[in-house]
């Protein structure tokens, strides 16, 4: 038996998200079938961050038990030759048993596009938010520098009962323009219900002159999801990628 | 009576190409259909490029004759609140009754995307070539700057029995590497059938190093199809823009 991380890239367009549920396809419910298939065993992975409907990835994580003789760096090359276009292993290999991809300290970045001209362009539809109104970047900079640090988000996230503690870690927060594209670059040690999305529609009032910049560190410190922006829609974010600790070492946490 | 220019962008994966054909859905044929609906008249477009199936564009013109009363500039603001969302008109403004959008001295930009990496990238897969084998930009460049110039061009399309003249004027042809993505970008005053897409089969072959940079004028040098590589696939091919001389000035040649 042996256990194998698998780093997992999606287009989410046509997914009802990773979960696996009743009524709809799913990136993890596919990914258990075909592995299920090409191991000749029932597989059911474990994933690190379950994205919602319509939300890319290019550094998912899934985790999965195998008894199968098949070396685990195999695993990405055969898999791939089994799965849809828009699901593609990045990286296969093998971890130590107890590794679980949600339960270890980790660093996760998103990012989030907003293309910002005057009429959509249809080859970046499905990736990113078009925006019609100007967008001053360097505002939404500065309140994004005021998401770095440890802060109860409770303002920026869609409330789970079973979620009490709403303090999170945000190491970096970039606004990136690239000409008409606006690239918004966040990583962090973890991040709550919605919470790239609605950091992401309040810095879009913001970078449109609806609020001034350090009305940010307000919302903060309101602790109501009602002082935010909108939840900006799931197909501009993507998951780039995850971050755990080397065997022996630690996460540098500025690094 | 008006004559009305439009700029086309669209994502053609879902279409048959540009022209009109009796079996499958076109780009020309969703405007004429959409634009007869919005001006109540019949209404045929020209096109100023016929783009083959799968091929991209963001800046492909359109022109009609049409008697309504809607100003030529709001056509494009109305035509997108009926377009399906993989077509987006980027400008509508009128032109001169005698403007053609074929028969007059132009610029055409085509680019080409590869992304050269070892897996594929799912949300980067319809817009562009997943190449596994590292490609050595610097020789692709070398063979590129071969194709500047006025050539015969026989080499590098495929023969259209009506289409006598392969002499074509390439005014740049640049490689441009960005991360693990390769943008080649190429403008000229013609491109024949596949063109760019011969090119850049050729160029990859370069890349590889199944023939060195300076192979190129040879193949241009053989007037023989057989001479060049594969014609890349559609998808990676997007027509960027046509340049068209100013109402009393001429095309800058080499701006």
Redesign the interface.
């Known amino acids: 038996m042996k256990r194998v991380k698998l780093i997992v ?3 989410g367009t046509e997914y009802c998200g990773w979960q696996v549920q009743p009524n709809g396809i799913t990136v993890e419910g596919v990914l258990n079938q075909h592995l299920s298939e090409l191991l000749r065993e029932p597989i059911q992975v474990i994933g690190a961050s379950r994205t919602d409907a319509g939300v ?1 990835a ?1 550094g998912n994580v899934a985790v999965f038990n195998t008894s199968a003789r098949m070396p685990a760096e195999k695993i ?1 090359y055969a898999l ?1 030759t089994r799965l849809p ?7 296969s290999r093998e971890v130590p048993p107890d590794f679980h991809p949600r339960f270890c300290e980790t660093r996760k970045t998103y990012e989030y596009l907003i293309l910002n001209r ?6 970046k ?3 990113s938010l078009f925006y019609y109104y100007p967008l001053d970047v360097e505002a939404m900079q500065r309140a994004a520098d005021m998401l770095v640090g440890t802060h109860d988000f409770k303002s920026l996230c869609t409330a789970k009962p079973e979620v009490e503690n709403t303090v999170r870690t945000i190491y970096s927060c970039e606004v990136l323009p690239e000409g008409e594209m606006i690239r918004i670059r966040i990583r962090g040690n973890g991040f709550l219900y919605n919470m790239v999305r609605i950091i992401v529609g309040t810095l879009i009032r913001i970078g449109s002159g609806y609020y001034p910049a350090d009305h940010m560190e307000k919302i903060l410190e309101a602790k109501d999801r009602q002082a935010a922006g909108e939840t900006a829609p799931a197909h501009g974010l ?1 998951l780039v990628k995850i971050e755990y600790p080397e065997s022996e070492g630690s996460l540098q946490p500025l690094a």
Chains 1, 2 share one sequence.
């Open positions: 890239a999606y287009d890319h290019l990405s791939n276009a828009d699901i593609r292993i990045q990286d005057k009429f959509p362009d249809p080859t539809r499905l990736y993507t």
